[in-house]
């Protein structure tokens, strides 16, 4: 089945600041590939999606790429917040069986 | 729209018992839902796809038997966790995708922290 790993598993930065998680997938079927945030105790929430014949995706501060020959895809978030501050997992889809990273805790210090 | 609701919020039981958490889809039919199991600062464990009318797919490793899923109508599917024990404390999330076949964004409900004593 497949397998999505995630890094790094935790990440800190400076308010304003960049941050990058990077995840590769192995089932080269997998065609949908959606980030999703939570915060402590709350449901995961989305926050960008991409679909495999699609390179790159930009959603305002959030931007995801793909890159399916080498079978891994990115989250990139510019001008970093404190409210930024969670766990980012990836996912990979193939017919909407989705199956997660292990996820990514972020920490925007003020 | 597209809204994923989830009952009880939180729930606490003794060892040995048996406990029904509940996914609804609030406006939207959803003939396959999936139940994960997260433990404290884990990933997201798909345990079982749940398909209305019909058996649910447990993955490897997830005692069908000891975790009932029954997704009777397509607006609701239930996760019974039957003689419960301490070790199945977790959050257990539900959740379904809204728009029939081919790739969607999951849409979770809030999650049942789930805590046996």
């Known amino acids: 089945g497949e397998n999505v790993e995630q890094h790094p598993s935790t990440l800190s930065v400076q308010e304003g600041d960049s941050a990058v998680i990077k995840c590769t997938y192995s089932?080269?079927?997998?065609?949908?590939f959606p980030w999703y945030k939570q915060e402590l105790g709350k449901r995961p929430q989305l926050i960008i999606d991409?679909?495999?014949?699609?390179g790159e995706k930009k959603d305002q501060r959030i931007a995801v790429t793909l890159n399916k020959t080498a079978k891994h895809f990115s989250l990139h978030i510019t001008e970093t917040q404190p409210e930024d501050s969670a766990v980012y997992f990836c996912?990979?889809?193939?017919?909407?069986?989705?199956?997660f990273g292990a996820g990514t805790r972020l920490t925007v210090k003020p | 729209g597209a809204v994923v609701s989830q009952h009880p919020s939180w729930v606490i039981c003794k060892s040995g018992t048996s406990v029904k958490i509940e996914c609804r889809s609030l406006?939207?039919?959803?003939?396959?839902m999936f139940w994960y199991r997260q433990f404290p600062k884990q990933s997201l464990m798909l345990m079982a796809t749940?398909?209305?009318?019909?058996?649910?797919?447990?993955e490897q490793g997830v005692e069908k038997d000891k975790f009932l899923i029954n997704h009777a109508s397509l607006t609701l599917s239930t996760l019974t966790v039957t003689s419960a024990h301490p070790e199945d404390s977790s959050f257990y999330i539900c959740?379904?995708?809204?728009?029939?076949?081919?790739?969607?964004?999951?849409?979770f409900g809030n999650g049942t922290r789930l805590t046996v004593t």
């Open positions: 749940s398909n209305e009318g019909s058996k649910a797919t447990y």
């Open positions: 996912a990979a889809s193939i017919n909407n069986d989705m199956r």
């Open positions: 959740s379904a995708i809204p728009g029939g076949p081919g790739n969607s964004p999951l849409h």
């Open positions: 406006d939207f039919q959803a003939t396959t």
């Open positions: 089932d080269s079927a997998s065609n949908y």
């Open positions: 991409i679909r495999s014949n699609v």
